[in-house]
């Protein structure tokens, strides 16, 4: 029996054996505003065959909070001290199959900016582990403000900074984005932590290249489509216009289209909540969801992909990264021992691969597929954008 089948089977199991309290559950992971499209779409999310070539490409998008539950600043700067100690003596001998080391995307709230803070990222992604990008909280906003705040805070970190992409045949300064709070393009039906509808439209046109907010599950602000690499159009006077769009590599980019590259989305039939409901794999690295190999497997099976190139598995993850709770499983044994197993099994796999990618090189990778490239991975890096000239070793 093909995989959706048993999916659905699965779920009408579910239903019938847990009753009321399974129906529950699964409501309160908010499987009924992504169910139907996964599972319609499960003839196609399928693991890789044996033999067939995979090059996971694996990026890291970190909601990187230093002020995260009101710190004060001797917790705040301790919090990034450890994120500059710890990462390179931890993660320093990896390297994946290009010989680049494990990079991290820190998305750093606007919100939250701290000279000094930022100084020491950037003197941690300057050896090679990782870039630095935009997050935002906010609420009750409109599109003016939001303008405004993008565009200084996209200023301050280039010009201050010397971070941020730039566009390789202008020097534009781009910038990846990550709403807080998840409420990208006011999808909240309440209309908090966010206020603007055509959201979209304004990262656009304020030099946004990618949004990598999704996925948000249980949370309402979960679309619709799920496990997509696609173009969202704005719609002014409508919320949440990136519930649907058009998948990369299938037609030409639609006008005002912005990319959005989702995480996998999906149910992990291997471990299910009252042993009924299946949990959840909704891309998140927190505490208790380290990474693993088992979860690999789930990743993979989504499928995140461009049509031109199905060895290419696009693999955006999520996590709080300042958050002391998580930093045991991104910072140490956990997070080391899923790096040894992807050496292990590229070293015994010779159809399989992996790069460590920032937020920036995922894009151009996206980018190169769109473009039917058929090079490798390491000559895409950077075939859009490059990184901003602080970065420069």
Request: proline content about 7%.
């Amino acid at each position: 029996m093909t995989p959706w089948l048993w999916a659905a089977g699965g779920t009408a199991l579910a239903a019938a054996a847990g009753g009321t309290i399974a129906c529950r559950a699964a409501v309160r992971r908010g499987l009924h505003r992504w169910l139907i499209p996964y599972l319609l779409s499960g003839r196609s999310r399928c693991a890789p065959r044996p033999g067939e070539p995979v090059h996971l490409i694996l990026c890291i998008g970190d909601h990187y909070e230093p002020k995260l539950g009101g710190a004060e600043p001797p917790q705040a700067a301790a919090r990034v001290r450890r994120w500059v100690e710890d990462y390179p003596k931890q993660f320093g001998e990896f390297r994946d199959s290009d010989g680049r080391p494990p990079r991290h995307s820190f998305f750093y709230p606007a919100e939250e900016y701290e000279p000094e803070y930022l100084d020491a990222i950037t003197g941690l992604c300057k050896q090679g582990f990782g870039e630095v990008e935009i997050h935002l909280h906010h609420d009750n906003d409109t599109a003016d403000n939001l303008r405004r705040t993008i565009l200084g805070f996209k200023q301050t970190l280039a010009d201050r900074h010397g971070l941020l992409a730039r566009e390789r045949s202008t020097g534009e300064v781009r910038y990846a984005f990550i709403h807080g709070n998840w409420a990208l393009d006011n999808a909240r039906r309440d209309g908090r932590w966010c206020g603007v509808n055509n959201e979209l439209d304004v990262l656009r046109e304020t030099g946004c290249y990618v949004d990598m907010t999704l996925p948000s599950a249980p949370s309402e602000t979960q679309t619709r489509k799920i496990n997509s690499i696609y173009y969202a159009v704005g719609q002014p006077g409508r919320a949440k216009a990136h519930d649907g769009g058009t998948d990369v590599g299938r037609g030409s980019a639609p006008d005002r289209g912005l990319m959005l590259i989702q995480g996998p989305l999906t149910l992990d039939w291997s471990s299910r909540k009252l042993g009924v409901v299946p949990r959840v794999e909704n891309s998140c690295l927190q505490g208790n969801q380290p990474p693993g190999e088992r979860r690999l497997a789930n990743w993979l099976r989504a499928r995140v992909q461009v049509p031109s190139r199905p060895d290419w598995f696009f693999v955006k993850l999520h996590t709080h990264g300042a958050n002391e709770g998580n930093m045991p499983v991104l910072l140490g044994e956990p997070m080391a021992r899923f790096h040894r197993h992807l050496r292990e099994r590229a070293e015994a796999d010779p159809n399989f691969r992996y790069h460590y990618v920032t937020a920036r090189e995922m894009y151009n990778l996206v980018r190169a597929a769109e473009d039917r490239w058929t090079g490798n991975v390491a000559e895409a890096r950077d075939l859009v954008l490059t990184a901003g000239p602080g970065l420069c070793l």
